[in-house]
């Protein structure tokens, strides 16, 4: 198919005025749309449908066992490592949509098919969401009678080879640091030798002393959503193999990062797993970081979305709210402390009502005035975390980029209201329609529908192509890209499903089934069953510093582990793991609640952050909610200068930046939001944004070739 034409921007005319009203209607004070009736719910989820077999069809007839699908030329690639990806990334939205004919078959073949045993070197990050995700999730619903999908014939193998990986896996996480290299060989893992980063440069790079120094530094370095999203999955292979020591080392990981946060309680983009320094310090909730945020709260203690049933009154337009428990995964306190106090810091420094840029760690100073497209996932999060009203606003923000241009640009600069340049593209990605599922399901306002549907539209205009559905290079010209990522049937496709789903009344084993579910960061199904969730951990975790001596936080050891040696073939033991000098089993009398949990912070540029706080003139910054007033079709700049006693006290040790807040309206009148208006409405920003741009944009090339050399890791 080929692409729209460009003054359409990829919705045809007959679909263009009903987006446009449920794009004004979506803001928070504007009319309410006429929802998605039943009936069309149901046309519209029966259409996913057929977009998911489309694509899956495609892949199996011309990629299969390839890892993912090239849907212009109807061919496969080998992306990851070479094991059927996409077929493991799609078993559990086969069960999902009920289909047990091929989910059994496909759960058959895996197990007999797939093996580890094989000289790759893979993405720790990427391995981890999409394969041993993929394989608890179906190893989970495969083997349960209750799911409804229980396969006769199934005995356990796909928890056998969620095993295995996981194993081959663990060397990556023997640093000094307790962070886990970016990536690690599954047959030979990280050698003593090796263990600099250089295992697999190409010989004649070896030969320049320069350029082996500059890539063994550059392959040392980790994204923190690369080193702080393997909770979920090691956890749960913990508590179903019960071995302790695959939940031990990602938890380990997340201190390691935690512990080196600055004084503001920010996390920065990238870290060296041998020094533990911070080698970007742009602070955000998207690309390389989002999901260090995700799994913190998913792995958390007690009821996830909000203790008992919320009911509380979101704005005037939209009926009091009645939310299920969602219960997450682990009882662990400590994830809990620290995303409550990483969540505190997001939203004082990252948050521009209603949108999120990048700061400074260390001075919060804005370096980056971005929305990219994987901060899309933030308002849904914030669902779970039963803070809705933002997530409201901001959903409704983002959700105007996607009006823009059809599609969400893998970036887009709020001080030009503008594509950035380098990050124009649209992979499919999930995290808008995700949010929107969870809006939804907290609301149930049938505007979050209309956003489907539109969502629908484009990618069905815009992305549909011979053998799936294909990337968007440009969401300008919706030039389509000969590659389709395995999230797209794991991830893109299941959140729309079940959004329509829900709206037709609920059959699927997430909303009807035996258990509470949670998704992973890739989308996978994760039931919250006893022999998961329910454990006597808050007295095992190693959280307690009690030798009173210098170092402060997890990982700072001057010793380290021994690295593991070439032919990995063994089981890594607790032992191993646990080395680091200073902590102890168990809680220590006389200490505060954080150093108990061990979330002291390393002290880097200590005196950075003192000097550039006396440089920032202070004011305050409202904890009043901004009044949103519907005069036209464009984003307000409202000021606030009045602080909350604790906002005042928090500048003043920390200092502040000047800046407005955003706030989004709509002409409730309109039925139309011309390209023109749009522009306008998303070029309002602050100055104190523009400037910052110019200031950084000399960095920009250094930036780009870090996050070039990590794109694997941003990808979900």
Not at 296 to 323: E, F, H, M, Q, S
Not at 661 to 683: E, H, K, P, Q, Y
Not at 703 to 716: A, D, G, L, P, W
Request: proline share 4%; charged share 20%.
């Amino acid at each position: 198919m080929q692409p729209m034409r460009r003054r359409h921007r990829g919705l045809p005319l007959l679909c263009l005025s009903a987006a446009l009203v449920a794009a004004a209607a979506l803001l928070p004070d504007a009319a309410v749309a006429e929802g998605v009736t039943p009936f069309e719910a149901r046309r519209l989820r029966d259409e996913v449908k057929d977009m998911f077999y489309h694509a899956f069809d495609g892949y199996m007839k011309y990629a299969f066992p390839l890892d993912e699908l090239r849907p212009l030329s109807c061919q496969g690639e080998d992306s990851l490592g070479g094991y059927a990806l996409t077929l493991i990334d799609s078993l559990d939205t086969l069960a999902l949509l009920g289909d047990k004919e091929k989910f059994g078959a496909a759960v058959e073949w895996v197990g007999k098919n797939v093996r580890f045993d094989i000289n790759k070197t893979v993405s720790v990050f990427e391995t981890n969401i999409r394969i041993l995700g993929g394989l608890l999730s179906a190893h989970l619903i495969a083997s349960d009678y209750a799911t409804g999908m229980r396969i006769q014939s199934y005995d356990d193998q796909l928890l056998h080879l969620a095993s295995d990986l996981a194993q081959r896996l663990l060397p990556a996480f023997d640093t000094p640091t307790g962070i886990p290299f970016g990536s690690v060989n599954l047959k030979y893992g990280v050698d003593e030798n090796e263990s600099k980063a250089s295992f697999f440069l190409p010989p004649f790079f070896l030969s320049f002393t320069a350029e082996r120094l500059t890539l063994r530094m550059l392959l040392q370095i980790t994204s923190t959503a690369g080193g702080g999203t393997l909770t979920l999955e090691f956890g749960i292979l913990s508590r179903l193999t019960n071995n302790t020591v695959f939940e031990q080392v990602t938890k380990n990981s997340v201190r390691g990062i935690w512990s080196r946060r600055s004084k503001l309680n920010l996390v920065g983009a990238h870290i060296n797993v041998f020094t533990g320094e911070w080698t970007q310090k742009d602070a955000g909730i998207g690309t390389s970081i989002d999901s260090f945020y995700e799994y913190l709260l998913k792995a958390k203690d007690g009821p996830g979305c909000c203790p008992g049933t919320l009911k509380r009154k979101i704005n005037t337009l939209i009926l009091l709210v009645n939310i299920e428990q969602a219960y997450l995964l682990f009882g662990d306190e400590e994830y809990l402390y620290i995303f409550q106090e990483a969540y505190k810091a997001a939203m004082h420094y990252l948050h521009h009502d209603p949108w999120y840029v990048e700061v400074n760690m260390n001075s919060g100073a804005t370096v980056w005035p971005l929305f990219n497209s994987l901060q899309a996932f933030w308002p849904g999060l914030q669902v779970l975390a039963g803070d809705v009203d933002p997530a409201i606003r901001t959903h409704a923000a983002f959700f105007s980029v996607w009006k823009k241009y059809g599609f969400t640009p893998e970036g887009f600069n709020l001080a030009t209201s503008t594509v950035q340049n380098g990050q124009r593209s649209y992979p499919l990605r999930p995290e808008l329609i995700e949010s929107t599922y969870w809006l939804f399901k907290a609301t149930r306002d049938y505007r979050y529908l209309d956003v489907g549907r539109d969502i629908l539209t484009s990618l069905q205009y815009g992305a549909r192509c011979p053998c799936g559905y294909c990337h968007i290079s440009d969401v300008e010209t919706h030039k389509q890209d000969d590659h389709m990522e395995s999230f797209f049937l794991a991830e893109t496709v299941k959140y729309l499903w079940l959004l329509f789903d829900l709206a037709a009344g609920p059959d699927n084993i997430v909303e009807n089934g035996p258990y509470k579910y949670i998704f992973s960061t890739e989308g996978h199904l994760l039931p919250v069953t006893p022999e998961i969730a329910l454990i006597d951990e808050h007295c095992s975790y190693f959280g307690a510093f009690c030798n009173g001596g210098e170092d402060r936080g997890y990982g700072t050891s001057a010793s380290s582990t021994k690295h593991q040696k070439a032919n990995y073939t063994s089981h890594y033991s607790a032992s191993n793991m646990f080395t680091t000098r200073g902590y102890i089993k168990g809680v220590c009398p006389g200490l505060t609640h954080a150093q108990k949990l061990g979330i002291s912070y390393s002290d880097e540029e200590g005196n950075d952050i003192e000097q550039t706080s006396k440089s920032h003139e202070h004011h305050g910054e409202s904890a009043v909610e901004s009044s949103v007033q519907a005069q036209s079709s464009s984003i307000i700049l409202i000021s606030h200068q009045v602080a909350t006693e604790q906002d005042e006290a928090l500048e003043s040790r920390s200092g502040s930046r000047d800046h407005a807040d955003i706030a989004v309206a709509a002409d409730s009148d309109s039925d139309s939001i011309t390209r023109d208006n749009t522009d306008a409405s998303l070029g309002a920003y602050t100055e104190e944004l523009t400037e910052d741009t110019k200031r950084t944009s000399e960095q920009t090339e250094d930036k780009e070739t870090v996050q070039n050399f990590q794109s694997k890791e941003n990808i979900s």
